[in-house]
Antibody, heavy 116, light 112 residues
Framework: EVQLVESGGGLVQPGGSLRLSCVVSGFTFSSYWMSWVRQAPGKGLEWVANIQQDGSEKYYVDSVKGRFTISRDNAKNSLYLQLNSLTAEDTALYYC?????????WGQGTLVTVSS | DVVMTQSPLSLPVTLGQPASISCRSSQSLVNSDGNTYLNWFQQRPGQSPRRLIHKVSNRDSGVPDRFSGSGSGTDFTLKISRVEAEDVGVYYCMQATHWPWTFGQGTKVEIK
């Protein structure tokens, strides 16, 4: 069974940082692109970033470029998202998802709240 | 960025009746590789999104055959042939042809 489990969310002050993690199981992690997608409270979905199988290619939505960094550790079946210089507009449920041309499996999300 | 416009944004339907959601893109979604990366997702209340359809019309494993996708270029449709209670939720189209990937605003399907 494919599983994706996110963690690392929480309450952080504006300007602060967080590191999100996603541990996967049930498939060969190193064979797939992986993505992060977020959803602000009561709002729609926004693709954030994705990363190629070996980590050599990474893409970001403009609103997070230079502040967020996606990475992965294939030995640990883990995907990461480093969030820096956070603002209130980054408050959202962050989903880890498999794939990059239409993500087919999603985690349950981890909530990031940016507030003073 | 490619703008994805869904209509309607709210869709009250009667159980057993059909439903249709439109999704239009601001640019053609035909990729240079010949594929059209238009996907449909369902998000039930309190749940994570679930992919229903990929590349316009390919139903994902386990998705009931009452769901179907069609369209080409910039104009796409998700149809539910007979709505069931479990279909309540928000439906999103999403394009993965042009960076950055973008989603439609979502269409909320509810039972009348």
């Amino acid at each position: 069974e494919v599983q994706l489990v996110e963690s690392g969310g929480g309450l952080v002050q504006p300007g602060g940082s967080l590191r999100l993690s996603c541990v996967v199981s049930g498939f060969t992690f190193s064979s797939y692109w992986m993505s992060w997608v977020r959803q602000a409270p009561g709002k729609g979905l926004e693709w954030v970033a994705n990363i190629q199988q070996d980590g050599s290619e990474k893409y970001y939505v403009d609103s997070v470029k230079g502040r967020f960094t996606i990475s992965r550790d294939n030995a640990k079946n883990s995907l990461y998202l480093q969030l820096n210089s956070l603002t209130a507009e980054d408050t959202a449920l962050y989903y880890c998802a498999r794939g990059h041309l239409g993500e087919d499996y999603w985690g349950q999300g981890t909530l990031v709240t940016v507030s003073s | 960025d490619v703008v994805m416009t869904q209509s309607p944004l709210s869709l009250p339907v009667t159980l057993g009746q059909p439903a249709s959601i439109s999704c239009r893109s601001s640019q053609s979604l035909v990729n240079s590789d010949g594929n059209t990366y238009l996907n449909w997702f369902q998000q039930r209340p309190g749940q994570s999104p679930r992919r229903l359809i990929h590349k316009v019309s390919n139903r994902d494993s386990g998705v009931p055959d009452r769901f179907s996708g069609s369209g080409s270029g910039t104009d796409f449709t998700l149809k539910i042939s007979r709505v069931e209670a479990e279909d309540v939720g928000v439906y999103y189209c999403m394009q993965a042809t042009h960076w950055p990937w973008t989603f439609g605003q979502g269409t909320k399907v509810e039972i009348k």
